[in-house]
């Protein structure tokens, strides 16, 4: 069988022939149509070998676009799934055939036959792709996986190995000068007994030199005694250190817990200036609703995928369900709150206009990639829609707020914010994702759009901190949690991918820091915790609990990969499952601090 079919231009032949000569002097076999064996119908001849070869590298030049052949063979390929397009010259969109327009050819234009050049590197990798079964690839995914563990775990094993060699070092270094003070001591302790036996006989207690000596032999010895206390004890440390790990310091730093870190803890919960309406199921109506929006996108994404439906185009039925998604989830918005008769609060409002925010800049994303429209780097047709819905979204804030003429509660600036700093982050991802800069290596653009849009959703939060320290409440400091923990667990494994750890390290580490913050946000309100703060604390600690079970369950080998549908899965069901257990114990701890503490009343 053929492993690869050459699909080109005969005035391309001379182009073609090193690629072909590459490829063939790596061990594959390469069809590309020299010469016709007599008796053999061509056209029939060339079909054979189309069908029968695993993909097929099609050339695309000025002469190519107006072959019929070329053309004829690339839309048989594409059926297949078997095309790899490969540029021989620069063309534009408008140059390719209908439906052949290849967003990811390799870039063949500038090769010289260098095997580290970009284009031939991506075309290696395709082609590779193609030439590999599913299951070798599903395979070599798991060899890979268990490599990085492994790597993961014997990097932290020589981590604490050389921890261990640190501390016995200093622990004998410490002994080492204990016994020089102890020898010390002892020499002080025979130059006092010296000076004691010289001392005249016949004054006794009276000389006053005589009393003073035997109180500085006093003090030597029990300094003597307590040296040798902390000398075995020294000892007893150095022998655990030899036989077990250290154990490891718990508790939050102490730099995050010194006074004025965090807003004042002993003031009471305030349990109504979030809101100007007193209808709490309102609220939280309204909080289900911007929660269950990407849930509902992901939703409509996959119900479109397995359905296979489209309304953009053929094999766009991941965009179109997004698109879809994206429609309904304003129109329920607006069509529930006009068929209420109370006053939509300002806090209710912030929460709507946060879920249509989020479904808005989805769509948009969607659609611009499934209609092939493009603002910005050629074929960045998702980023370009993503950049669109971003600014559409920090446009209509600022309107949406000079619209309801309320004045703003905290929460409610905090999810103006969170709204805002997602557009800002998302911005910044299209920015940098469509230009491909990286600070991670050639190839390490897309970690390096992750990371920028993280730290630039951190730097918005850090400004509004910083305008509103002095009049900063306790659900708006919960809100601000949150989103910045968001914020953390995007950047953290982005900076930690990009410097090689990994990402099935990077990804537990960065829950574990949204733990520990969390954790200690909690201990520092002593139990003088609302609704809301349970229900955000609840919802952040839960979610990040469920990242690191998820990712400890895969690392141990019974569970999915994280990345994967079926992962994702997992996760929103050990969210829901321990959701609940997180907001009762925080609401439990609240409600014992409350019966322990003792208000007092101001006077």
Request: with cysteine.
């Amino acid at each position: 069988m053929t492993d690869i079919f050459f699909s080109y231009s005969s005035k391309d032949r001379e182009r073609v022939r090193p690629v072909r000569d590459a490829l063939a002097a790596q061990g594959f076999d390469v069809f590309w149509d020299q010469e016709v064996p007599t008796g053999l119908d061509w056209d029939r001849w060339i079909r054979d070998h189309l069908n029968k070869s695993k993909c097929a590298l099609v050339f695309w030049s000025i002469n190519s676009i107006a072959s019929d052949n070329v053309r004829h063979e690339a839309t048989v390929a594409k059926q297949h799934g078997k095309l790899v397009p490969v540029m021989l010259d620069a063309l534009t969109a408008e140059q390719f055939p209908m439906g052949l327009y290849a967003v990811q050819g390799a870039n063949l234009a500038s090769w010289t036959g260098d095997d580290d050049h970009v284009g031939w590197s991506e075309l290696r990798r395709q082609i590779e792709t193609k030439l590999t079964p599913l299951w070798v690839r599903r395979h070599i995914d798991t060899l890979d996986a268990e490599l990085v563990a492994e790597r993961a775990r014997r990097e932290t094993a020589e981590r604490r190995d050389r921890t261990l060699r640190d501390q016995i070092v200093k622990e004998a270094q410490a002994q080492q000068e204990l016994r020089r003070e102890l020898d010390h001591a002892h020499d002080e302790i025979a130059a006092l007994k010296a000076r004691l036996q010289s001392a005249p006989q016949g004054q006794g207690k009276a000389d006053p030199r005589v009393e003073q000596l035997a109180k500085q032999l006093a003090a030597a010895r029990d300094e003597v005694h307590t040296l040798e206390a902390a000398n075995d004890e020294l000892q007893t440390k150095i022998k655990a250190l030899q036989a077990a790990p250290p154990r490891s310091s718990s508790g939050p730093p102490a730099w995050m817990v010194k006074a004025g870190a965090l807003p004042d803890q002993a003031a009471p919960v305030d349990k109504g200036s979030h809101a100007k309406s007193s209808d709490r199921r309102a609220i939280a109506i309204a909080a289900v609703f911007a929660l269950a929006v990407p849930f509902v996108l992901f939703g409509f994404a996959v119900m479109f995928e397995v359905g296979g439906w489209s309304f953009l185009g053929l094999y766009e039925a991941v965009p179109s369900g997004v698109v879809a998604a994206g429609l309904l989830i304003p129109t329920v918005a607006i069509v529930y709150n006009l068929r209420r008769h109370d006053p939509l609060g300002s806090t209710e409002f912030a929460l709507y206009w946060l879920g249509c925010a989020i479904a808005f800049a989805a769509a948009a994303c969607a659609l611009f990639q499934g209609m092939r429209w493009g603002m910005l780097a050629p074929g960045g047709y998702g980023e370009s829609g993503l950049l669109f819905g971003s600014l559409c979204v920090l446009a209509f804030a600022p309107i949406a707020i000079r619209w309801r003429k309320q004045p703003l509660a905290g929460a409610d600036i905090a999810l103006y914010w969170i709204g805002c700093a997602l557009a800002v982050a998302a911005s910044v991802f299209a920015l940098s994702a469509s230009a491909e800069w990286t600070i991670f290596g050639p190839y390490g653009w897309v970690v390096t759009a992750f990371f920028a849009s993280a730290a630039a959703a951190i730097i918005t939060g850090a400004i509004v901190v910083w305008r509103r320290w002095a009049v900063i409440d306790h659900v708006e400091a919960a809100l601000y949690w949150c989103g910045t923990s968001l914020a953390v667990a995007v950047a953290t494994p982005a900076l930690l991918d990009g410097m090689g750890f990994g990402l099935y390290v990077a990804h537990p580490l960065a829950a574990l820091l949204v733990l520990a913050s969390g954790a200690l946000l909690v201990r520092r309100r002593q139990g003088l915790l609302g609704t809301a703060e349970v229900a955000i604390y609840g919802l952040g600690m839960s979610l990040a609990t469920a990242v690191l079970i998820t990712y400890l369950l895969y690392l141990m080998g019974i569970g999915v990969p994280p990345d994967t549908p079926g992962g994702v899965l997992l996760m929103l069901v050990i969210t829901l499952g321990i959701g609940a257990g997180w907001s009762g114990f925080i609401g439990r701890s609240a409600k014992t601090s409350n019966a322990r503490v003792k208000v007092t009343p101001p006077v």
